[in-house]
Structures are given as C-alpha cells and as structure tokens.
C-alpha cells in the first residue's frame, strides 16, 4: 500500500515561483530515485528532473536553472522548487519514485498529479 501525494501545485503569474512536494508512505523498505515528471494538454508525460538516493541530480533542459529538486531521505519526500515560471511550463506535475518494497519487490510508484498553470 505505497502511495505517493503530492501538494503545492496551484495558480501563478510567469515569472514567479512555486514549490512542489511529494511525500511517499506506505510499508517502504528502501526509495531509491525519484524524479519529478510533467503532461501539459496534448502532450505525453515528459521528465522534469531526477534525484538518486545518494543526491545526484538531472534536469530536462527546459528547466535546468530554474527548477531544483530536492529530498529529505529520512522523510520519504522529495520537492521541486519551481522559479521563474512560464506559461509553458502549464502541466499537471507526478511524482514519481522507484521504490523497494521488499527484497526482490522493486516498483515504480506514481502520484496522482497536481496541477500548475502560470499565467501569462
């Protein structure tokens, strides 16, 4: 019963910031890389930015230095901090995470979305 939730999605105006959070829970053994991944209308899922467990960090090029992602291991969180925002960037934003279960019970887990749109 591994879930993901995120919050933090809403409305803003290009140009400003928002922060995303994701917070997994359920009988979870270990969580290994997590990312951030996005759909805008008509599009497929596209990936937004990855963390490994050990903190390394990848960006799609859309957002690379404007988008940090981050996570807090004790907690089974990870964020997306969001700065500069343009109306491209519109999308409904999944969490995401490759998580061990068990011994031999590795899984990829997804949220249920939250929602961004930014305004022109």
């Known amino acids: 019963q591994v879930q993901l939730v995120e919050s933090g999605g809403g409305l803003v105006q290009a140009g400003g910031s928002l922060r995303l959070s994701c917070a997994a829970s359920g009988s979870i053994f270990s969580i290994n890389r997590m990312g951030w991944y996005r759909q805008a209308p008509g599009k497929q899922r596209e990936l937004v930015a990855t963390i490994t467990s050990g903190r390394s960090t990848n960006y799609a090029d859309p957002v690379k230095g404007r988008f940090t992602i981050s996570r807090d291991n004790a907690k089974n969180m990870v964020y997306l901090q969001m700065n500069s925002l343009k109306p491209e960037d519109t999308a409904v934003y999944y969490c995401?995470?490759?998580?061990?279960?068990?011994?031999?019970?590795?899984?990829?887990?997804w949220g249920q979305g939250t929602q961004v749109i930014v305004s022109s």
């Open positions: 995401n995470a490759d998580i061990s279960v068990a011994d031999g019970y590795r899984y990829m887990y």
